[in-house]
């Protein structure tokens, strides 16, 4: 183990890897965009994200930007794109369910429409999608990074 690599707390600290780089330089440049950072500002700082080996080295280099820089990020014509798009996707699931729900409900015969109970959770969910857009398929389980170690990590 390098010495570099042990903190004085105790446990080593943990590598990056080239797509928490990539992530955070997404981040830089719509800051950069949005005219947040000036160009030399946000070269130096992409200069220092791609020689970054650790992941407290990115913390601080998108620290003063509005939420971490996040916010740049998401605010991205292909962010915004694929947001619809998965809204849409996801609207589509909660339409196929309520059909083959409402079919199973007709071809049993109850009295009490019980479909209601779950697609009441279902169409709270996408509206909670739709309104707020902010899933990020890189930090589901199989992208094999949990967001508690996702170099934005709060």
């Known amino acids: 183990m390098y010495p570099s690599a042990i903190t004085p707390s105790g446990p080593p600290r943990l590598r990056t890897s080239d797509a928490e780089r ?10 950069m965009t949005e005219g947040r950072l000036t160009l030399e500002e946000g070269e130096e700082r992409l200069t220092q994200v791609y ?6 080295e990115l913390a601080p280099l998108t ?3 509005p939420d971490q820089g996040r916010r740049a990020l998401a605010e991205t014509p292909q962010a915004r794109a694929a947001t619809r798009r998965d809204v849409r996707r996801h609207a589509g699931v909660v339409a196929v369910l309520a059909v083959v729900l409402t079919g199973l409900w007709a071809l049993s015969g109850a009295p009490f429409f019980w479909p209601a109970i779950p697609l009441i959770f279902l169409v709270m969910g996408l509206v909670r999608h739709a309104r707020y857009g902010r899933y990020r398929p890189e930090y589901s389980y199989r992208h094999h990074v949990a967001p508690w170690n996702a170099p934005t990590y709060r």
């Open 22 to 31: 990539e992530h955070v330089a997404a981040m830089l440049r719509a800051a």
């Open 51 to 56: 020689a970054a080996r650790f992941r407290d």
């Open 63 to 65: 620290a003063d930007l």
